[in-house]
């Protein structure tokens, strides 16, 4: 299994930046993308960026040019998300989600974050 730990969530002003970490551990033989969901109130979890083992990401729409996520080279088990000019509507709880298999043989699998608080103040 693999267990995902978040930091970084507060309380910030609009316009101004946060920047979000998720570092996995457990056992596992690879994980294959890592990613960030948010959940705004009263909306469903949606994606906001995932990055793959190779690197490659992909953004939501609405996050492009603000939002950047990278990972730490040295070690694939971390990835972190750099929020920039926040708005009030990003406000909510940010997930970390990683996709990852016990070995090459078995199916890809998902572990979830606890979820971290973000929220801007207008």
């Known amino acids: 299994q693999v267990q995902l730990v978040e930091s970084g969530g507060g309380l910030v002003q609009t316009g101004g930046s946060l920047r979000l970490s998720c570092a996995a551990s457990?056992?596992?033989?690879?994980?294959?993308?890592m990613g960030w969901y948010r959940q705004t109130p009263g909306n469903q979890r949606e994606l906001v960026a995932v990055?793959?083992?190779?690197?490659?990401?992909?953004y939501a729409d609405s996050m492009k040019g603000r939002f950047t996520i990278s990972r730490d080279n040295a070690k694939n088990t971390v990835v972190y998300l750099q929020m920039n000019s926040l708005k009030p509507e990003d406000t909510g709880v940010y997930y970390c989600?990683?996709?990852?298999?016990?070995?090459?043989?078995?199916?890809?699998?998902?572990?979830w974050g606890q979820g971290t608080q973000v929220t801007v103040s207008s």
């Open positions: 990055i793959t083992s190779g690197g490659n990401t992909n």
């Open positions: 457990g056992v596992f033989s690879s994980i294959n993308r």
């Open positions: 989600k990683a996709d990852w298999q016990r070995s090459i043989i078995e199916r890809e699998l998902g572990s």
